[in-house]
């Protein structure tokens, strides 16, 4: 049987996802919410019409190619014809499905820069375990053709299928918003207990984990917050690498683009280097290899 799943976007020559020069695949599919989201795109487990109003000229060619047009909205069959029809690429698919197969094509037209740079494939999303079948079939491919693999996860599955995965793993990135479990809920829509549980039963048989944090102003920018989060990476064998991720507003404009609400937050300013450096040195004081600085 031909493994499947939704991917929505592969980056080449991506940077900020591991060691080296690497080709991250995206995956659509997220239970979390996080309110500053920057892939918000990747939350539905499904394609979806995103929209570019900056783009549109109003010309109708959309809705004049659109079988459904006279039909309520959630009658829509995500055929393309609109986003085919529109001249200036305002109105597109996010979102497509593909095999194991197609994705593996396309990761090894970069073989020679992985090679080059010590780099490989990362499989983000969304979170990539919801996925489990194709992450599995897609990350023992990888393997097979010698590709260093990375999995980007915030650990929101069952214990079972991320120790599936595991072995097919060189590394992981975790990403860990916050220890407190109600701040973890309100910011995220869902709480932390599976996420922690996974992180220490993971460290028990892993060990090659970056833990990632994403400082988000008014969330989890506080000393308080960072040194718990500094008390739990230090006891936690297998976590090599602690990176803090500098929140930016990007995210802001998204929603709008497939007719959702934005989150009512403020628009807070990125978190300055200064105060990253000063988090770093929490990290650093426990003897936990951190790095300031990447993208999310």
Known sequence: ??????????QRYSLHDGPGIRTTVFLKGCPARCWW????????????????????IACDACLLSCHDSLKPKEACTLCGACAEACPTGAREIVGR??????????????????????????????????????????????????IHTAVDTAGLCSTET????APLVDLFLFDLKCVDRDRHLQGTGVDNDAILANLERLSKCHSNIWIRIPVVPGFNDSVEEMEKI????????????????????????????????????????????????????IFRAKGIDTQTGGDR
């Open 37 to 56: 989201c920057h892939n918000p795109e990747s939350q539905s487990a499904l394609p979806e019409i995103a929209c570019s109003g900056n783009r549109c």
């Open 230 to 281: 500094a008390a739990l990476a230090s006891a936690t064998p297998g976590v090599r690498q602690l990176w803090l991720l500098p929140y930016h507003a990007s995210w802001a404009a998204k929603p709008a683009r497939f007719g959702k609400e934005g989150a009512a937050k403020p628009q807070a300013a990125a978190p300055s280097r200064e105060l990253l450096e000063d988090f770093a040195r």
């Open 97 to 146: 499905v593909m095999t194991v197969s197609e994705v593996v094509t396309c990761v090894l037209r970069d073989r020679m820069f992985f090679e080059d740079s010590r780099g490989g494939v990362t499989v983000s999303g969304g979170e990539p375990l919801c996925q489990p079948e194709f992450l599995k079939a897609l990350l023992a491919q990888c393997k097979r053709h010698e």
């Open 1 to 10: 049987m031909t493994v499947t799943g939704t991917v929505f976007n592969i």
């Open 162 to 165: 991320l120790l599936e995965i």
